[in-house]
């Protein structure tokens, strides 16, 4: 494994950094979480908007361009084995702060960090998605826009972590948490949806979600299968009533989720609304233009 951090490529064993990085101190940086399929990036460009975003609001000046980022992170999957990501591979792309003193002040920190992890990613088992999965309501609220807005994908993600302890201590893959409002925001690292009545609701990003990726995507094949779509607030009584639930992103793809907090959304098998936008998903990443 290659990893790049500012300019050069490291050795697993050799890929370190400051142990002053504010990144490692507050959680003062960004990420990206980047899907590799045959060799190549998917979604790239998006990803990189998404960083640049993030970055603009949370002041991080990133040393490159867009195009220039595009290109290290096309560069570091050369750098690594690419048979050995092939279609499990994953680009851990991240902007720290960089190295500083120990108080908070992001001016005191010499220059921002760029740093690409190559490596492969551990998926779920394929009978998950012809079962569907538990998932549980975490007793952690997701932050509201008015602290650090959710819609930053910073690299304080321990609202996440307590939730997915949460969700693993009750024998489940994965924890929704609500906002302060009580109503769905999304998962510990996955974005969630439902069918009802043939539509596909899913909380509007100001409810607290991230605005994922795979989400999107979702949205405009649905939307291109004239299937309507709402963004819109939800609550438990729509997730536990609905016919179809399921949860997307970059690693999970579209997972049906087949028992929210012991309810069984219908009857316990991934509806066919669902398992229609998983095939036409995975028709999408085969025909997608990876040169672009
Ligand atoms: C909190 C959170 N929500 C949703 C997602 C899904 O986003 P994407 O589809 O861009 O991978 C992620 C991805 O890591 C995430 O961390």
């Not at 050995?84 to 992001?106: E, F």
């Amino acid at each position: 494994m290659k990893v790049f951090i500012d300019g050069s490529y490291f050795s697993k064993e050799d890929a370190k950094i400051s142990v002053f990085d504010h990144g490692l101190l507050y959680g003062d940086g960004i990420f990206e979480g980047i899907r590799i399929y045959n060799g190549k990036a998917f979604l790239l460009k998006e990803h990189i908007d998404r960083l640049f975003d993030c970055a603009k609001f949370t002041m991080l000046n990133i040393p490159y361009s867009k195009t220039e980022m595009i290109d290290l992170v096309k560069e570091s999957i050369i750098q690594n084995d690419k048979n050995k990501i092939s279609d499990s591979g994953y680009i851990r792309l991240l902007i720290t702060r960089g190295s500083g003193d120990l108080g908070l002040d992001p001016a005191k920190c010499s220059k921002v960090s760029v740093i690409i992890i190559t490596d492969k990613i551990s998926l779920y088992p394929e009978e998950y998605y012809s079962k569907g999965i538990s998932i549980i309501t975490s007793s952690i609220r997701r932050n509201s826009a008015d602290s650090c807005d959710p819609r930053a994908k910073s690299l304080n993600y321990l609202n996440n972590i307590l939730a997915k302890m949460e969700a693993k201590n009750a024998g489940c893959l994965e924890a929704l948490l609500l906002n302060h409002n009580g109503y769905v925001a999304e998962c510990t690292a996955d974005n969630i949806f439902i069918i009802k009545n043939n539509i596909l609701m899913t909380p509007d990003v100001s409810c607290g979600a991230l605005e994922g990726i795979t989400r999107n995507t979702v949205i405009d094949i649905a939307v291109s299968e004239k299937i309507k779509v709402e963004q819109k607030n939800l609550t438990l009584f729509d997730i536990y009533t609905a016919d179809e639930c399921f949860i997307t992103g970059s690693g999970a793809e579209i997972m049906p989720v087949t028992s929210v907090d012991k309810r069984i959304i219908k009857n316990g098998t991934p509806g066919p609304i669902t398992l229609n936008l998983l095939d036409l998903f995975r028709e999408f990443i085969n025909n997608y233009n990876y040169e672009k």
